[in-house]
Every structure is written in C-alpha cells, then in structure tokens.
C-alpha cells in the first residue's frame, strides 16, 4: 500500500483528494439544506460547456470551467430568486444548456468523446502540479469561507424570510452559495468527474445526517466521511486498478447504506428512552 506514496502522480492525487473530500461535503452541506441537492448536478453540465471552450480556445480547461459554472450559478440563483423561473425548471435549463453546449463546443475543438471522458468521469491521476495549485488555492477558499460564514450561510438556508428580517443580506449570501458550489464543482473535477461530483456533495451529507442532530455536527462529519471516501477511494482504485472517480461515489455510498440501519437503532433507543421519562 505504502508503495505508491513513492510515484508523483499518487502523491498529487492523494492531495487532489483530500481537498476535494474536505470541500464538496463542505458546501454539499448548504445546498441539502437549502433543498438545492441537484444544483451540482446542473453545474456540472454548465461546467462542462467551460472545459470545452478551454479546449476550444486552448485556455486551461480548468479556469474556463470555474467561470462558466460561476456564470451558471449567478444565473439560476437570480432566476429562482426573482421567480423567473421555479427551482427544478431553472436545473433543467443548466442540464439541457450545459450539456449540449459542451457537446458542440467540443465538437467544434475536434475532440472527441473519449477526450471528454476524464473530465465527465475525473482522472485524478493526470493531475498535474499546475492543476493542483488551482485546485488547492480554490478549495482554501471555499472552505474558508465556508467554514468562516457558516452563521451567515445556515441562517440563510434554514429560513430565509427570518433572514431576511433579521438583517441579512440574503440575495448576497445565496449567490454566494451557488458561486461556491460552482467553484467546488470544478475543484473536484479531477477527482470525481462532473457528471459524479454532486454525488461527493451530497450523499456524505445525508451520511451524517443520519447519525447526528444539529447542523454543526452534520457539517464536521460530513466533511469527515468525504475525506475518508476520497482518500479511500484513490487508494482503493490503486489496489484493484479501476477508476477514481466511480470507486470514491460507490464508498460514499457504501458508507450511506451502512449507516441509515445504524440511525435506526438510534432513533428506536432515543424513542424508548424518552417514553420511559415521560411515564416517571
């Protein structure tokens, strides 16, 4: 196992991983609470109409990625916000636009679809140390503004009228979000790919949700169970020699299915015990 600390390429995706482990649960946290949970889904697909256009132009993929899935997040969250358009028919918009945007910008670069696969599915292990400072310095961001507006951020999740009323800027705060969301999306692209990123944002979170009962304790083991089904996930591809971005979905998801019977043998107890403090 220890062997492949020694090649470049693991090294650099081991770190690749833990920042994206650490970020997508991060503000995969927001987005379930807002019930936004397919809003990555949506800027995946924008995502990959800017990894084209870098392709198309010969930019970096990855910064014409981080500003096209920006635009897309600024763009649904006005239209939601200034009901323009409701939630669910705003996401199908990004899916349908980003999608076919992608695929014709591609087609116009001459690439082929084979060529798109790393980015749809992720290839950590062509990280490269350009991609991981971009990635690093993008994934401290968000996760410092997450974690540093996270009174700000939850009160604007949890109820946005009261927000309002108390003062917060509310429109600002929720474009925040999205722009984070877009951000994370593509520092994750790598790893997990973007058709599968929003699966990293949100099944550690509805992992944690299961076994913990305030929003602080749901955030911390979220970002916990990313990082274990990151990192696990690359060295689990290492060993049995498949892809990164599918193995670390599937442990997230192993670690959902193992968890949701343990949380009910937790609420049963919880149940009883308050039945027994009643009847004294």
């Known amino acids: 196992m220890f062997e492949m600390l020694t ?38 697909h924008v995502a990959l109409t800017g990894v084209a256009l870098g392709l198309l132009t010969n930019v970096a993929p990855l910064l014409t ?28 918009l990004l899916f349908y ?28 292990v062509t990280v490269t140390y350009s991609d991981l400072w971009i990635v690093g310095i993008l994934g401290a961001v968000v996760l410092a503004l997450a974690v540093g507006l996270a009174p700000q951020l939850f009160a604007v999740c949890q109820d946005e009228e009261h927000a309002r009323v108390s003062g917060v800027p509310v429109r600002l705060y929720g474009i ?18 973007l058709l599968l990123v929003s699966a990293l944002m949100i099944v550690p979170v509805a992992t944690a949700q299961q076994i913990t009962r305030s ?22 591809s290492y060993q049995i020699n498949t892809q990164p971005g599918p193995t670390i979905v599937m442990i997230a998801l ?10 009910g043998i937790l609420r049963l107890r919880r149940n009883r015990t308050y039945r027994a403090q009643e009847a004294t």
Do not use: C, H
Request: hydrophobic share 60%; no cysteine.
């Open 97 to 124: 636009g980003g999608i076919s945007g992608g695929v014709l910008l591609a087609g116009l670069a001459d690439e082929s679809a084979a060529g798109l696969n790393s980015f749809l599915f992720g290839s950590i």
């Open 65 to 92: 990625a981080v500003a096209v899935a920006i635009l897309g997040a600024i763009a649904i969250e006005l239209l939601r916000t200034y009901k323009k358009a409701s939630g669910d028919v705003a996401l199908a």
């Open 7 to 44: 090649y470049p390429f693991m090294q650099r995706a081991l770190i690749a991983a833990v920042l994206t482990g650490l970020t997508a649960p991060a503000i995969g946290t927001y987005l379930v609470q807002r019930r936004l949970a397919l809003l990555g889904d949506g800027l995946g």
């Open 254 to 263: 192993i670690a959902f299915a193992v968890t949701a019977p343990l949380a």
């Open 176 to 193: 925040l979000i999205a722009v984070l969301a877009a951000v994370t999306i593509t520092v994750a692209m790598r790893t997990v790919g």
């Open 215 to 236: 929003f602080r304790t749901t955030f911390a083991a979220a970002m916990v169970i990313g990082l274990l089904a990151a990192v696990g996930g690359v060295v689990a």
